[in-house]
């Protein structure tokens, strides 16, 4: 089992749905949750973190964190095509020091 | 405003050339890092470092090393490129009082003929 999953996709949603991305991870001890959103070519871009369960909204972009099933999510509300890349889930594994692993991403296409 | 600096966006080398990548962060951040990235294998830690001449081993460090003699500088360096190292490399900091979040450079194309 990797220790950060994501689902590959690629994830399809229509222009104005919700988008939803996944990312599970196995180290019940892990503290810290971000979300990176990369274009194709470019490097990854930090838009989220979380460190506490329950949900953390930043304008079209929500972070869910439930540490009991170890999942943590990003909705996109309102999804726009320029949305579409591929998105990486990073976790601070327990004993990790200042490293991060990171999931395989999701690549999300938002259609016109 | 966080801002990672790499040297180079594209660059094409011969087998067995020398190669340098290098990183630049101009706020003072202690912990560097460089990725590779491969479709299909994701991000793959190279080599860390948490300090001034101080280094770690990442997942993959070999046909790599790594030199910081300066805070803000963190090369890489391959000692003999070969076709397999023909990869995106990204470089990334953690800023000073944060909290693992990394911030990444613009990435390096190398590809090694």
């Known amino acids: 089992q990797k220790e950060v999953e994501q689902n590959s996709g690629p994830l399809s949603v229509p222009e104005g749905a919700i988008a939803s991305l996944n990312c599970t991870y196995s180290?019940?001890?892990?503290?810290?949750f971000f979300w990176y959103r990369q274009y194709s070519g470019k490097s990854p871009e930090l838009i989220m973190f979380i460190y506490s369960n329950g949900d953390k909204e930043d304008g079209r972009f929500t972070a869910q964190l439930n540490k009991a099933s170890q999942y943590v999510s990003l909705l996109i509300r309102d999804s726009q095509p320029s949305d579409s890349a591929t998105y990486l889930c990073?976790?601070?594994?327990?004993?990790?020091?200042?490293?991060?692993?990171f999931g395989g991403g999701t690549r999300l296409m938002v259609k016109p | 405003d966080v801002k990672v600096t790499q040297s180079s966006r594209y660059l094409v080398k011969r087998t067995g050339e020398k190669v340098f990548l290098e990183c630049v962060q101009d706020?003072?951040?202690?912990?560097m890092f460089w990725y590779r990235q491969d479709p299909g294998l994701g991000l793959r830690l190279i080599y860390f470092s948490y300090d001034v001449k101080m280094k770690e081993k990442g997942d993959i460090p070999e046909g790599y090393s790594v030199s910081r003699e300066k805070k803000e500088r963190f090369s890489l360096i391959l000692e003999s490129a070969s076709t397999n190292q023909t990869s995106m490399y990204l470089c990334?900091?953690?800023?000073?009082?944060?909290?693992?979040?990394?911030?990444f450079g613009p990435g390096t194309r190398l590809t090694v003929t």
């Open positions: 990334a900091s953690i800023p000073q009082g944060g909290k693992y979040e990394q911030y």
């Open positions: 706020m003072d951040h202690e912990n």
């Open positions: 180290d019940r001890g892990s503290q810290s």
């Open positions: 990073a976790v601070n594994l327990r004993n990790a020091g200042n490293m991060l692993t």
